[in-house]
């Protein structure tokens, strides 16, 4: 570790990502002032709270390391920490054959220490907020490789090892550049206590496009092509969203510029549970759009969400370059980065064409607000 | 298509027999013959369902045994079952037995009767309207001489058709009356007994379908009396067993008496759910009621655009209706300043048998969108016995036109006296419909709906303009809550030193605001009681549009456009009085009472910046401790009752199989139980509605950490259907806790948007919160939006800890808030948590 409040802070609105990764990877060296720069400031609010969340996590699992080392530990008796890392299943982990893995689950069922070891592999640590981070070029991306493999030893201290492993672990990406990304990065939902669904008086049932949206290089200029998402409501017939261009105020009504219809029968894919409206292209500026639904021909208003197509060329060129055959590992990459700079919409587009699995779903889950 | 021929036919027949025998309808001397239920032929090309072969089955052998086939009696009783059984029809093995148990010789004697009355019937139906006076009196004669021959008969049946006819003829007579027309109470009686009477004849004799036609009368008749009350639960049950026997046009005109109804109370929500109910089974294009009324209810939510589309695209067929659409697509147009178009329908109006009234208000709200103020006066400022008779609402509206003449022209005295005029007579319905009902159980609002709130508005503005602003706030606050205050006073007005008293509570004393739908009106009350008022020139959809605005910049983490929009309500929705007392201020934990009405209830008050570039922007939460509340719960303040009392700790639901739902809940409350050592704990197993119940009843204060859920289960007139998630999947309702009398001096509700709820015109958002509120409750710490399970567990420790210091819960909330906002969380964490309350 650095000395503490040494780091200075570069000025947030101008910063590469890079400078800004750089100065979050070293966040616990700022004076107290910059951090609270940093916290509040949109680029970097979100990956702090990660990065505060992981040292967390750390800290908890180090103590419980501590504990359990101190209260239960008995070096004669507990298998190596080696063999709890693969009987945990942690990330590259070996393969145990089925006589070991049976002793060893015998003596976990004995052993509250090496139990809670193995617990705290199976619950997964929050994501390391680099791994959002971008290559700083995309010719940077590593090429198809086996997953990292943490750092191991014999030793027999294992609760210290582990906790040992699982920090390297943590810290790969800090110390050896970016890793492959893949499915498992996805961000996973955080944990609300409800759901909004005050239907007409607010989102309500309206998930996406909200905030920012990049728009995209073609021929008219950029553009931002807007999926409309929402929740569906149970007898509904027919969708339909209008789209307002207004001046990005917060009373201006603006003017209706898309009023887009689609009956329930058009959302058969991906689920009839989940409409989704294409929406034509929309040069950079603010936008509302409103979303009704027919039930036994009376309209019902679900509610009404902003946005705002944005330019940002370099990003843009990267997305554009994208195709579905593009590599796995790139294109979560570049979901990753798109929804660490706040382009949800965009990240979510993308998700939806990613290989079906519990990863992918979880991130489309809808938001709770 | 030998079978859809087949069916056709059978169709045909059937309905024409069960038409004439068993669910005929009585005559329509006036409206149009109902189209659907009662015609004997179904529409070409529309298949029959089982329901209906089965139907027309039974109706035939009905028939036929009628006239004396005593063979018929075996498939008339297997088809009747099969009705009970299959279709609900539990009133058709009724019908049987009736019949049944009598001789074929009684049965013929009866059916005999019954061609006596469709004889009577006829000629109602068909009768010259011009000799409709002279020739009433003739036919009610011959009604009741036929009742009476045919009541002591054993069929007796047709008695009560002709009961019936003879009640629709005197209900008819009564609405052509005045009030005050000498034969109106022997009229009304006599239209009583006879519906009475023609109701225990089908009760008496197993019938239900005969039944609708009183039913429906009988709510017409509780309508011509005022007793609105009494009306709908006619029409509630009139509708109910139209669909049980699945008669549509009866259901139809129920419904439509409950739209009237519900209209008559300014309850858009109750409103709504019945337009809903209508459409289930009819389209707009096949019921102009159903149109208009839905093109009303859009116009009233300042959704004129949506529906000037709806009313061109549903242009009514039957000619009869078409005056009545250009009326209601005049008003639209009026509301899209579309003054040329809505002038021409009005001059197609004119001659043709519009109400006056209609027209009358018609032209003088075009005139003053024209600015033509002298005309409107010249119309409508005129005494009672000048203008055509009008209805009380009409009365009211025609008042507020007066009123806003005046302001227009400059004088604000005058517009005073004639919105006293509008308000008082609002207030004199509101008061006679309270005698029926208490309308606080349910989505009405007098003030909000019936006269509008733009009324209100216009009289604050008057009043600021005299230099009343003082009284302004007060005709504010008594329009947003007269008559139903938590601490007994309820029907009492709110008096001046009352509000004072309110004011002199807090440090920066109080605001509040009103809302219509074009302007609004701001007034703040210093805690010496010196009031400065203002105009709020934005719309109510606009203030709406910027409140979603605001919150959805904050909830992207788009912190920067938050603040300009931000500064931009800032500057619309607070006074520069209080702005310049806020800023001045030396100490920035003084208390400021913010009575939210309106979109303002929904607006992150606290994360608005003030200030300029020159002297730095600051938020309001960080110049005073804000407590909020959607009106004022009892005439006093009274005294802040300590907080550091027993606490009881309830939360962190488990689901149905024993998993815990909220991780950081559980150790929230384990963190808050170290805090307060006295506290009792109810968490995961423990979390019980039984144990909540009890806590609710304990006048502790509470800390419920859960998720709010939404769940028809928890459906009422009055509040939103959500309840609080206890363990093991079971809900505690806001209308449950409305009536359990929960007088806690604070209660904690750390779940999601607990601060939400059905926004009712002039009464505010009804959720959890405000059914805390009105079951007693002092002080509740809520919340604007979702919240994050782990930033509760970080934000209400901070809260807690500062109660524990000694401050009350608005000012502990803002420490917590801005111990939260300066570690760096963004303000879509801390913005979302508020006080409601008094402290």
């Not at chain 2, 103020?373 to 209805?391: K, Q, T």
């Amino acid at each position: 570790m650095h000395d503490p409040k040494t780091r200075t802070l570069p000025p947030l609105d101008r910063a590469t990502p890079g400078e800004l990764s750089e100065t979050l990877a070293h966040w616990d060296e700022l004076a107290t002032a910059d951090l609270v720069r940093l916290a509040a400031h949109p680029r970097s609010a979100r990956k702090l709270a990660g990065l505060r969340a992981v040292e967390g996590w750390m800290r908890e699992r180090e103590e419980g390391v501590e504990r359990a080392a101190e209260e239960a530990f008995d070096p004669a008796r507990c298998p190596s920490a080696e063999e709890l890392y693969d009987f945990g299943r942690g990330p590259g982990f070996r393969h145990l054959d089925e006589e070991r893995e049976e002793l060893l689950a015998r003596h976990l069922a004995t052993c509250g220490a090496c139990s809670e070891l193995v617990g705290s592999l199976q619950s997964p640590p929050p994501l390391p907020v680099e791994a959002f981070a971008p290559s700083p070029e995309p010719s940077h991306l590593e090429p198809e490789s086996e997953p990292a493999r943490p750092l191991r030893s014999s030793s027999t201290w294992a609760p210290f090892l582990v906790a040992a492993s699982l920090a390297g672990l943590l810290l790969v990406p800090f110390v050896l550049g970016p890793r492959k990304a893949s499915l498992a990065d996805l961000p996973a939902g955080a944990v609300f206590r409800g759901q909004s669904d005050f239907l007409g008086q607010g989102a309500g049932a309206l998930h996406f496009p909200r905030g920012p949206l990049l728009a995209l290089p073609s021929t008219d200029g950029p553009r931002a092509i807007p999926r409309f998402e929402l929740s569906a409501l149970p007898d509904a017939a027919e969708y339909r969203v209008e789209v307002h261009r207004h001046d990005g105020g917060a009373f201006d009504a603006g003017n209706r510029i898309q009023n887009l219809h689609a009956s329930t029968a058009d959302f058969a894919a991906p689920s009839p549970a989940a409409p989704l409206l294409e929406g034509g292209p929309l040069a950079p500026g603010h936008y509302s759009w409103r979303a009704f639904a027919e039930v036994d021909g009376l309209e019902r208003e679900l509610g009404s969400l902003d946005f705002e197509v944005v330019e940002q060329p370099e990003l843009a060129a990267r997305v554009a370059e994208l195709s579905p055959s593009s590599s796995l590992s790139r294109r979560v990459e570049q979901i990753l980065e798109l929804h660490a700079r706040g382009l949800l919409s965009d990240a979510r587009r993308l998700a939806r064409d990613l290989p079906e699995s519990p990863e992918r779903e979880a991130y489309l889950r809808p938001p709770a607000r | 298509m030998a079978g859809t021929g087949r069916k056709l036919l059978i169709g045909f027949f059937a309905c024409l027999l069960g038409w004439a025998i068993w669910g005929r309808p009585a005559p329509e001397a006036v409206e149009a013959r109902p189209a659907v239920a009662s015609d004997p032929s179904p529409p070409a090309g529309v298949e029959t369902s089982e329901y209906d072969e089965l139907y027309a089955a039974f109706a035939a052998d009905l028939e036929a045994f009628r006239r004396g086939e005593d063979a018929r009696l075996d498939a008339l009783q297997s088809n009747a079952a099969r009705l009970a059984r299959d279709h609900g029809r539990d009133d058709a093995p009724r019908v049987v037995d009736f019949y049944a148990d009598l001789s074929a010789r009684e049965r013929r004697l009866g059916r005999a009767a019954y061609d006596d009355f469709v004889v009577i019937w006829e000629r109602v139906a068909d009768h010259a309207p011009a000799d409709w006076e002279r020739d009433r009196a003739d036919y009610l004669r011959e009604l009741e001489e036929l009742a009476a021959r045919v009541l002591p008969a054993a069929d007796f049946v047709p008695a009560g058709r002709a009961l019936a006819l003879a009640a629709r003829l005197e209900v008819e007579h009564l609405a052509s009356m005045t009030a005050q027309d000498p034969e109106r109470g022997e009229l009304l009686a006599s239209a009583e007994r006879h519906l009475r009477e023609a109701l225990a004849v089908f009760q008496r004799a197993g019938q239900e379908t005969p039944q609708l036609h009183p039913l429906w009368q009988q709510g017409k008749l509780e309508l011509l009396r005022g007793a609105d009350e009494r009306a709908r639960r006619r029409f509630e049950v009139c509708a109910e067993l139209a669909r049980r026997v699945r008669v549509d046009d009866y259901r139809e005109r129920a419904l439509v008496g409950l739209i009237g109804l519900a209209r008559r109370r300014g309850d858009a929500h109750r409103l709504r759910e019945l337009l809903d109910r209508l459409a289930s089974f009819r389209r707009p294009e096949e019921c102009w009621e159903l149109t208009r009324a839905y093109a009303l209810h859009l116009l009233h939510r300042d959704e004129a655009e949506r529906a000037a589309e709806f009313l061109i695209r549903h242009r009514p067929a039957d000619p009869g209706a078409l005056d009545a659409w250009r009326h209601v697509l005049a008003l639209v147009r009026l509301r899209l300043e579309d003054f040329e178009g809505a002038r021409g329908l009005l001059e197609r109006l004119r001659g043709r048998g519009r109400k006056a009234e209609d027209l009358l208000l018609l032209q003088a709200t075009l005139d003053l969108e024209l600015s033509d103020s002298a005309a409107v006066l010249d119309a409508l400022d005129r005494p009672p016995s000048e203008l055509p008779e009008m209805s009380e609402r009409g009365r009211s509206r025609a008042a507020v036109l007066v009123g806003e003449a005046h302001l227009v022209e400059g004088r604000p005295r005058a517009a005073l006296e004639a919105l006293e005029r509008a308000r008082d007579i609002a207030d004199g319905w509101e008061a006679r419909l309270e005698e029926q009902l208490e309308l606080e159980t349910t989505s009405a609002s007098i003030m909000g709906e019936w006269l509008g709130l733009h009324a209100v508005v216009l009289e604050a503005r008057a009043l600021i303009d005299l230099d009343r602003a003082f009284e302004a706030a007060l005709v504010i606050e008594t329009a947003h809550g007269a008559r139903w205050r938590g601490d007994g006073a309820r029907g009492e007005r709110l008096e001046a030193d009352d509000l004072r008293a309110w004011a002199a509570a807090s440090e920066h004393g109080l605001v509040t605001w009103v809302l219509g739908a074009d302007s609004g009106a701001v007034v703040h009350v210093s805690p010496t009681g010196e009031a400065r008022g203002q105009a709020i020139a934005r719309k109510r959809s606009e203030l709406e549009r910027g409140a979603r605005r605001l919150r959805g910049a904050l909830l992207s983490g788009q912190e920067a456009r938050a603040t300009r929009l931000g500064e931009e309500l800032a500057a619309a929705v607070l006074p520069d009085a209080l702005r310049e007392r806020l800023l001045a201020a030396e100490a920035s934990d003084g208390r400021l009472l913010c009575l939210a009405h309106g979109e303002v209830e929904r607006l992150p008050l606290e994360a608005l910046p003030l200030g300029d570039e020159s002297s730095g922007s600051r938020l309001l939460d960080e110049l005073a401790a804000l407590a909020i509340l959607p009106e004022l719960p009892a005439r006093r303040p009274g005294t802040a009752p300590s907080m550091g009392a027993t606490w009881q700790l309830l939360g962190a639901p488990l689901d149905g199989a024993g998993r815990p739902r909220l991780p950081a809940a559980r150790e929230e409350l384990g963190v808050l139980a170290d805090l307060l050592p006295g506290a009792a704990l109810h968490a995961g197993p423990g979390f019980r509605r039984r144990a909540v119940l009890d806590a609710l009843s304990s006048g502790d204060c509470l800390h419920l950490a859960t998720h709010l859920e939404r769940s028809e289960a928890c459906d009422s007139p009055r509040y939103a259907p959500v309840g609080l998630e206890l363990s093991g999947g079971d809900l505690l309702c806001a209308r449950e806790v409305a009536e359990l009398g929960c007088r806690a001096p604070l209660v904690v509700l750390a779940a999601c948007e607990t601060a939400e709820g059905r926004q009712l015109d002039a009464r505010g958002l009804q959720g959890v919160a405000r059914a805390f509120l009105a079951s007693g409750t002092r002080n509740l710490l809520v919340t604007l939006w979702p919240i994050r399970d782990e930033v509760a567990r970080e934000f209400t420790p901070l809260f807690h800890e500062a109660l524990l210091e000694g401050l009350g819960p608005a000012r502990a909330a803002r420490r917590a808030r801005r111990a939260l906002a300066e570690s760096g969380v963004p303000a879509a964490e801390w913005a979302a948590y508020r006080v409601i309350g008094r402290d």
